[in-house]
């Protein structure tokens, strides 16, 4: 498996294009068209949140009823969430004519939207921007990157990655790209994420893999606890490679699912590590526990608690608060028997142990919680499972950006 | 049922005092001592966190080993959590030294901490602190105000209340005071609360009121969704009030309960608005439930919503934020048919209703969200249970005090 440059447009027979169609945003992109040649094989997760947005409700319908897809328009500046019956005419109305200008069946056609909740989006706009996007449309790395900017909200960067893997083989591709930086707590999947593949795979292997993927990936992520009404993950697989399709738990499936899980571990931490206002990625590793759901609920309480990630914001070594944090996770453990570890590209130290502090440095600890990217690992000696969880630090930043969003 | 001066000292026999330590903090009173002159049945409730503090442990053995107590020594600065052996057997010699010097069993002596976790407390200067204690304690408004500020931490304003009611003819008092301002999303009570009547009661009845009590008042307070390793709730009765003891759920029994909630509500509805940073007290009442637990869930979520404080902060009527966290929260509901309500001292309007946004006026929601003491209301139409929560909004405060709250 090696990286390669590109996104969702890399994978053979994938096209992408972005367009200004001021659906909120003035000034820039803000919607892009994912297309492929020739008929996919589609995967996806979506919000556990009982407040779905409208496209969340007309996607699903798509995976569960056919499984196959063709293209995806996608717009941020609006969710299209708490929209009533009106805002699900916008989903039709948006397939429809994608599905027109594109020649393809309108329920081969996914839907999804990003932004303020509650905002009705004017259809004509949509309209206007399925033209243009359906004329730019190109099978290129730039047509990829210029779709994951589109698809930004307050997101500060572009979130894509691909990979060239083997199978049967035949070289296969795999892109992805995601966006995501507040409501986020994602718990199918993250707000929005778009992965392609030209393996050839079949549907019930597709979303087999991705349901078992995002529970080590997107679902480990928090930015501040709050499950979106429109988290989406969408998988189109084409076939093009030209592998033996892949119908079973083979070889093939285990490496496709590390080529997946590169993609989707990598579009994970991008997001926390963008969260809003963040100006840290906060990684936390548990190992030693008895099991892995009990890793995960320790991993995801730490990484979401306000006063965890306000000390890591003030690169301040208070790991009374992970204590804490891991106390009322829900899991059983004991905590005098709990080591508890500082890491960053300026070192590690060991920072609480046999259930007080050890004796470490606080000027190494600032040192090391001064980093970009921070890592805490707890290891709770019950056994060999564990898990890892992604989120960021709690900034003025985040405050600035959310007290008045909708201005 | 009427409201007097006063706090935890003003119920007959209960004395107060305050005393500057030098725990952790320089130049303000850190100690406070709370005495009976005759011996307490004592009811006590504490965090559901697996990391407890020292205290928690001491306490929580005196409730359930005796259910008697006569004092209670408190210190803000230093929580005394995370501290191992060494930190109970400060615990231990706190009590062994007001034991003896105010002629009390020691097992008979609450000791509680709030602040810093993980950091050792000097039991030097709180054997210094409990003579000062002792010399100083008496049955005052003042000394009770004292020791209410005595025991807060990022506190801004003292918590404290009393009341004076009937029972069986006599005239009984109940006063009470907390602290809490941050790390607050109590499970089983709030960080810390003190609560003292000479109400005669059993100490089985005087339990079970106060476990069926913080159900409804501060359970359902949150701050930041932190739950505390230190949180404890004590109920002290001595009995001087001369009325027939309450050993059942008689009507005594409801006077009681009655006058208990005044305490319990308003000291959590203080807590809430004196949250770390806060700006406004948000209260979130869900109506038309089908039962209770589905409106504190709902209720908790809201109010716990890093999302939905922001927009209070920025005063933006950004009620999608709310459809998302009711509808994350994991209880069932139909989204199209909820009404939901905001409203303050400047107002009240329907915001939200049928599944879209009700025709409100942006200038006049922005006019009710800019009060002190702003209220949510949820309709839910499916029954009649309804929950009520307490929080408030997160600001530029709440990370200034917790980016670097060590130092």
Chains 1, 2 share one sequence.
Request: hydrophobic share 40%; charged share 20%.
């Amino acid at each position: 498996m090696k990286k390669i440059t590109g996104g969702v447009a890399s994978p053979r027979g994938f096209e992408a294009a972005s367009a200004a169609a001021g659906i909120k945003y003035r000034d820039r992109d803000d919607m892009a068209l994912l297309y492929s040649s020739s008929p996919c094989v589609a995967a996806g997760t979506f919000t556990s949140n009982i407040v779905k947005a409208a496209p969340v409700v007309w996607d699903r319908n798509i995976v569960e009823t056919y499984g196959t897809a063709q293209a995806a328009v996608i717009n941020s500046g609006i969710a299209n969430a708490c929209t009533g019956k009106e805002g699900y005419d916008i989903c039709r109305k948006t397939a429809d004519e994608a599905g027109k200008v594109l020649h393809i069946d309108p329920d081969k056609v996914f839907v999804a939207s990003t932004g303020v909740i509650g905002m009705q989006i004017d259809i004509d706009r949509v309209i206007n921007g399925i033209q243009i996007l359906s004329g730019k449309k190109e099978h290129s790395d730039k047509a990829g990157s210029d779709a994951a900017s589109a698809i930004m909200t307050t997101d500060t960067k572009r979130k894509e990655t691909a990979f060239e893997f083997e199978l049967d083989g035949k070289k296969a591709i795999i892109g992805g790209m995601c966006k995501g930086s507040g409501m986020i707590h994602p718990n199918m999947c993250t707000m929005l994420a778009f992965i392609t593949t030209d393996a050839a795979i079949s549907k019930e292997m597709l979303q087999k893999a991705l349901r078992d993927d995002v529970k080590d990936s997107f679902n480990m992520v928090s930015v501040d606890g709050d499950t979106s009404t429109n988290d989406t993950a969408l998988l189109l697989a084409n076939g093009l490679a030209g592998n033996a399709e892949i119908t079973e738990e083979n070889a093939d499936y285990h490496s496709f699912c590390l080529a997946l899980h590169e993609v989707t571990s990598f579009l994970a931490r991008s997001m926390a590590g963008d969260g809003e206002g963040a100006t840290a990625l906060l990684e936390v590793k548990v190992t030693g526990a008895a099991d892995k759901a009990q890793a995960v609920l320790i991993a995801k309480s730490v990484v979401s608690s306000n006063l965890v990630k306000t000390a890591i914001a003030g690169h301040d070594a208070n790991w009374g608060r992970i204590l804490c944090a891991m106390g009322y996770s829900g899991a059983e453990f004991d905590p005098e028997n709990v080591d508890l570890f500082f890491e960053s590209a300026a070192g590690r130290i060991l920072i609480f142990s046999q259930g007080t502090a050890a004796g470490y440095s606080e000027e190494e600890a600032t040192k090391i919680l001064s980093e970009p990217e921070i890592t805490v690992t707890a290891d709770i000696h019950m056994g060999d499972a564990g898990a890892t969880a992604w989120g960021c630090d709690l900034t003025h930043g985040y405050i600035n950006i959310n007290a008045d969003y909708r201005s």
